[in-house]
C-alpha cells in the first residue's frame, strides 16, 4: 500500500480547497478507489484520474457542477422539457396539426421568397472593379426620363474631355442576326455585341484560349463562350475557325471564355471585334450627336477615389461642346453604378422590379406572421387546459423561468417539426415558383449554406415570435386560482388579444385579396386597352437584309398569299420598347421650339398594316425618301407641341432635324398611338421612309381571328417565301400582341405571386379560424345543450357560434379597405393609362371573406349544434 499512495501534493490541494464538512469520508473514498485503479488500469492511469477528481471535488468546481446540476438548462432538464412537450402535443393531435401546418406552409413561403430576393439582389456583384464601374445615361430633362442609351459620339467624347475614366468601353447589341460554320449545317439566329478590348479590363472574364489584350484588336474577328463554341464546332478547341455573319462577312474565332455567371447583366456569348460594325454596316455614324438607340450604350471604369457626382460639370462641358448651349436646359448625363442595372433596362434584357422584391418581402414577413398569430392564439386558447397542469408545478415548487423554458421548448419542437415539413414543401414548389417569376433558381439554391443559415435563424425567430407570448401568459398564473378554477379568467385584456390577432389575420388576407383583383383589373384593361392601332393577328420577322430589291421580292411573294393581308417593312413595329430618340425642331415663331420625338420608319404599307388611322393629308410614298424632300407623318401629339392645333394646318409645315439644316415636310396627320407601353404616354411620334432602317417585316394575316390550322399554314408559306428570299438564313417569328404581352411581365409576375401569397394567407387564417371555432365549440358544451334544452334551434345556435367571429371579419373589412385603397393608387402611379378604383371591389372582398370565414366555422357550429344534449350535460 506504501507504493500504492497517490501524489502528496494533490492530498494537500485537496484538503485545502475541499469541502471541510465531507473532506475524511472523500479522502477515504478517493484512497480506495485509487488503489482500485492502480491494480485495474496502471499506477499512471490511477494518478491522472485522481488528479481529475481531486480537481472535480475543489470547492470552486463543486459548486459550479452544483449549479450546473441544477441550471434550468442542464441537459437533464432539457430532456424533460422535450419529454413533456412531446407528450403535450401528442395529447392535443389537432391543435399540434393545425400548428405545424400553418408555420409549415408560412416558412416554406418564406423561404422561397428569400431564394427569389437572395438571387434577385446578386446580380453584377462579382466584378473586382464594380464599385468604379459605371454606365452613361441620357436624361431628356423636360420630359423627366433617362435612357441607358447614348449618342454613338460619346465614346470619343468621354475619351478626349474625361481624363477621370481609366476605361471607356462602347457596346453596341444587335439582334435576329444569323449565324452558321460554314463547314456545316449549324445555323442560329443570336443576339451578339460589337465591342473592344477594353471590355475584358471592365469586366472579369475566364479566359479558356486567347489574348484578352488583341482579341478583338483586328477587325472581322470574334470571341466565343465555352457553350456557343461547343454549340457550333463542338469543341472548345476552335481558334482561328471561321464562323459567318449574315451569310455576308467571315468572322476569325480569336477567343475562347469560359461561361458567364447566371448573375449578371452582360450575358455575351458572342463578341465581335468593334472595328467590324463599318464591314457590316457602312453606313452606320460611329459619331452621330442626333438621335440615338437604347442598343447603344458606353460604360466607365473610373480612377480610384473619384467620385461620379462630381462630374456633373464635366458633363454639362460635353453636352456645350458637341451640343450646343441651347441643349443645357434639355440634356443631361449621368453616370449609373453596374449594381443598379439589374434594376433597369441592361442587354440581358432580364430585370428585377425593386418595387416587387420589396413586396416579396413584406408578403413573406406577412404570411409568417399570420401562422404566429395562429400558434399564439391556439395556445392561448388552450390555457385552461394547462392550468391545473401550471398549478401543480408551482405548487411543488416549479420557478416561473422553468415553465417559461417548457413552453418554448414546446414551441421550439413544432418549429422543428414545422421547418423540416417546410423544406419538403419549398423543394416541391421551387420549380413552379421559378417558372412563375421567371427566376433561374434550382434545388442547389435551396441546399446552400447561405439559405441553410437563414433557415436556422428564422426558426428561432419564429420559435420567439409564436413562443414568447404564450409562455410568459400561462407561467404567469398564480397557482391557487389555478388549482381552485382549473380555467382562465375572462378578463377583457385577454380576449381583445387573440381577437385582435384573428383581426389582423383576416385584415391581412382582405388586402391581399382586394390587391389581387385591382392588378388583374389593371392587367385585363392592359389586353383590352386601345392603342391606336390593331395588333391583332400581326406576325413579325426580322429582316436581314433590307436592299430594296430583297424586300421587293418578299413582298411581291407573300402578296400572292391568299392568307395575307398585307406587308409593311419597317424599324420596328407600331409599339416597342425600344425606339429611336430624335430632336426635331419647328422654327415657324419668335422661337424655335425643340421637341424629343419618337421616330417610327416604316414604308407606304406601315399605316395600313398596323390599322393607325389617317387625320388629314396623304399617306407616304416609297420614293419619300430624297434628301431634298424628306416627308414625314406627326401624331397629335407632335403637332400640340408645336402649337398646331388643327391637323390640316399642320400640311405643308417645315420641321428640322435638331438645330441642324436638314428638314422634313409633314404631308400627313396620324391619330394618336402608343409607342411605348401604357406605363408611359403618348409621346411625339413621327414616321418617315428610311429604307436603311428596315429591320422588320410586319405581316398581317387576312383574318382578325384565325385558327390555330389558318395560322400554321400561314406560317408555313411564309417561311417558304422567306427561305427563297434570304437562303442560308434562320426563320425566326413572333405574334405582334405576344411580344407586346411582354412589356408588362412584371405586373404579371406581381399578380401571380398576390395570388400564390392570398391562397396561402387564407388557408393559415381559415387553419387557425377553424382552431378557434373547435376550442370555443367545446368551451360552450353545456351552454349549448342547456340552450338547446329550452328550446333553442339548431340555426340559432349556428348563428350564436358564427356571430362572433363574422364580427371579426367586419371589422378586418373596415381596416383593410382604406389600406389596400392607399397601397393600390401608388401602385398605379406607375402607369400612365390605368383603371379607376371601384368602391365595389372592397364590397365584394368583405362578402368573399365572410363566407370563407362561415364556411370554416361552419362545420364546427353545426356538429355542436347537432350534438345530444343530454350526453353534454351528463359529461358535465
Not at 143 to 159: D, F, I, R, V
Not at 293 to 308: A, E, H, R, S, T
Not at 708 to 734: G, H, K, M
Request: net charge positive.
Amino acid at each position: 500500500m506504501q507504493n500504492q499512495k497517490p501524489p502528496r501534493w494533490l492530498s494537500l490541494l485537496l484538503s485545502r480547497l475541499g469541502d471541510p464538512n465531507t473532506l475524511e469520508e472523500v479522502q477515504g473514498d478517493l484512497l480506495e478507489l485509487y488503489a482500485h485503479w492502480v491494480e485495474t488500469v496502471g499506477e499512471r492511469k490511477a494518478r491522472w484520474r485522481y488528479g481529475l477528481s481531486v480537481l472535480k471535488l475543489m470547492r470552486p468546481f463543486a459548486q459550479r457542477n452544483e449549479e450546473y446540476s441544477t441550471s434550468l438548462l442542464s441537459p437533464v432538464m432539457i430532456r424533460n422539457y422535450v419529454k413533456i412537450a412531446f407528450r403535450n402535443l401528442a395529447k392535443s393531435k389537432g391543435y399540434s396539426f393545425i400548428n405545424v401546418t400553418g408555420l409549415a406552409v408560412g416558412m416554406a413561403c418564406t423561404v422561397v421568397l428569400f431564394l427569389v430576393v437572395k438571387h434577385e439582389t446578386s446580380y453584377d456583384r462579382h466584378y473586382a472593379n464594380g464599385d468604379r464601374i459605371y454606365r452613361l445615361e441620357t436624361e431628356n430633362i423636360k420630359e423627366k426620363h433617362s435612357y441607358p442609351g447614348t449618342y454613338t459620339g460619346m465614346a470619343n467624347a468621354l475619351h478626349a474631355d474625361l481624363p477621370e475614366a481609366e476605361r471607356v468601353v462602347p457596346l453596341l447589341q444587335v439582334g435576329g442576326t444569323t449565324f452558321a460554320d460554314p463547314s456545316s449545317e449549324n445555323r442560329y439566329k443570336e443576339k451578339f455585341v460589337f465591342a473592344g478590348n477594353e471590355l475584358f479590363q471592365l469586366l472579369d472574364y475566364q479566359w479558356l484560349a486567347g489574348n484578352p489584350k488583341t482579341a478583338l484588336s483586328q477587325p472581322n474577328t470574334i470571341v466565343l463562350t465555352r457553350t456557343y463554341a461547343e454549340k457550333y464546332f463542338g469543341s472548345t478547341d476552335v481558334m482561328g475557325k471561321t464562323i459567318r455573319l449574315d451569310d455576308k462577312q467571315n468572322l476569325q474565332v480569336a477567343g475562347i471564355l469560359e461561361d458567364y455567371p447566371v448573375t449578371t447583366s452582360f450575358p455575351f456569348n458572342m463578341l465581335v471585334s468593334f472595328s467590324t460594325i463599318k464591314n457590316v454596316n457602312p453606313d452606320y455614324d460611329l459619331n452621330r450627336w442626333n438621335g440615338w438607340n437604347d442598343n447603344f450604350q458606353v460604360y466607365v471604369l473610373l480612377k480610384k477615389g473619384i467620385d461620379p457626382e462630381s462630374l456633373t460639370k464635366r458633363f454639362q462641358g460635353i453636352v456645350v461642346k458637341y451640343m450646343g448651349k441651347e441643349a443645357l436646359p434639355d440634356k443631361r448625363f449621368f453616370l449609373n453604378s453596374v449594381s443598379n442595372l439589374h434594376y433597369g433596362m441592361n442587354m440581358s434584357g432580364r430585370t428585377a422590379n425593386v418595387s416587387l422584391l420589396k413586396t416579396l418581402s413584406f408578403i413573406g414577413l406577412l404570411v409568417l406572421l399570420i401562422a404566429c398569430f395562429n400558434f399564439i392564439n391556439l395556445s392561448t386558447a388552450q390555457a385552461f387546459k394547462r392550468a391545473k397542469e401550471v398549478g401543480i408545478r408551482k405548487a411543488v415548487g416549479s420557478n416561473r423561468w422553468s415553465l417559461v423554458y417548457q413552453f418554448l421548448t414546446e414551441a421550439g419542437l413544432l418549429t422543428c417539426l414545422a421547418i423540416l415539413i417546410a423544406v419538403l414543401l419549398a423543394q416541391l414548389v421551387l420549380p413552379i415558383a421559378a417558372g412563375a417569376l421567371a427566376v433561374p433558381i434550382t434545388a442547389t439554391d435551396l441546399f446552400s449554406w447561405q439559405t441553410g443559415l437563414f433557415t436556422v435563424a428564422l426558426a428561432g425567430l419564429t420559435t420567439l415570435l409564436a413562443g414568447v407570448y404564450p409562455a410568459f401568459r400561462l407561467s404567469g398564473m398564480e397557482p391557487i386560482w389555478a388549482l381552485k378554477n382549473n380555467t382562465l379568467a375572462q378578463g377583457r385584456p385577454w380576449f381583445s388579444l387573440r381577437q385582435g390577432l384573428v383581426v389582423v389575420q383576416f385584415t391581412v388576407s382582405l388586402i391581399l385579396i382586394s390587391c389581387a383583383m385591382l392588378i388583374n383589373q389593371q392587367l385585363t384593361f392592359f389586353q383590352k386597352a386601345d392603342l391606336g392601332f390593331n395588333k391583332e393577328a400581326i406576325i413579325t420577322v426580322g429582316l436581314p437584309n433590307n436592299k430594296p430589291e430583297k424586300l421587293q421580292t418578299f413582298r411581291n411573294q407573300l402578296a400572292e398569299l391568299p392568307q395575307i393581308k398585307d406587308v409593311s417593312f419597317s424599324f420596328n413595329s407600331a409599339s416597342a420598347e425600344s425606339n429611336w430618340m430624335q430632336s426635331m425642331q419647328y422654327r415657324k415663331g419668335a422661337e424655335a421650339i425643340d421637341v424629343k420625338t419618337q421616330m417610327k420608319m416604316g414604308d407606304s404599307r406601315f399605316l395600313d398594316t398596323y390599322g393607325i388611322q389617317l387625320l388629314a393629308g396623304e399617306k407616304l410614298r416609297d420614293s419619300d425618301t430624297s434628301s431634298t424632300s424628306f416627308k414625314l407623318l406627326a401624331n397629335e401629339i407632335f403637332l400640340d407641341r408645336i402649337g398646331i392645333k388643327h391637323p390640316a394646318d399642320a400640311i405643308g409645315e417645315k420641321v428640322y432635324y435638331g438645330d441642324g439644316k436638314e428638314f422634313a415636310t409633314i404631308v400627313g396627320v396620324v391619330k394618336n398611338f402608343n409607342v411605348n407601353s401604357l406605363h408611359q404616354k403618348i409621346d411625339p411620334t413621327v414616321i418617315q421612309v428610311v429604307p436603311n432602317n428596315f429591320y422588320q417585316a410586319g405581316i398581317k394575316l387576312q383574318s382578325e381571328k384565325p385558327t390555330a390550322e389558318t395560322i400554321q399554314a400561314a406560317l408555313a408559306r411564309i417561311e417558304e417565301a422567306w427561305t427563297a428570299t434570304f437562303p442560308n438564313q434562320v426563320f425566326d417569328y413572333s405574334f405582334l400582341d405576344e411580344t407586346l404581352k411582354q412589356a408588362y411581365q412584371s405586373e404579371t409576375r406581381t399578380a401571380k405571386l398576390i395570388e400564390v401569397s392570398t391562397f396561402l394567407a387564407v388557408l393559415i387564417a381559415c387553419l387557425g379560424l377553424f382552431g378557434l371555432a373547435t376550442f370555443t365549440a367545446e368551451q360552450r358544451t353545456k351552454e349549448i345543450g342547456v340552450r338547446k334544452v329550452l328550446g333553442a334551434s339548431v340555426g340559432s345556435i349556428i348563428g350564436l357560434l358564427s356571430r362572433d367571429f363574422l364580427k371579426l371579419v367586419l371589422i378586418a373589412v373596415v381596416l383593410a379597405s382604406p389600406i389596400a385603397w392607399y397601397a393600390m393608387s401608388e401602385w398605379l402611379r406607375n402607369f400612365e393609362f390605368k383603371i379607376e378604383i371601384q368602391w365595389w371591389i372592397f364590397a365584394l372582398t368583405g362578402l368573399l371573406m365572410a363566407a370563407i370565414a362561415l364556411l370554416t366555422v361552419s362545420f364546427q357550429s353545426v356538429k355542436a349544434a347537432l350534438m345530444n344534449p343530454v350526453k353534454s350535460l351528463r359529461s358535465e
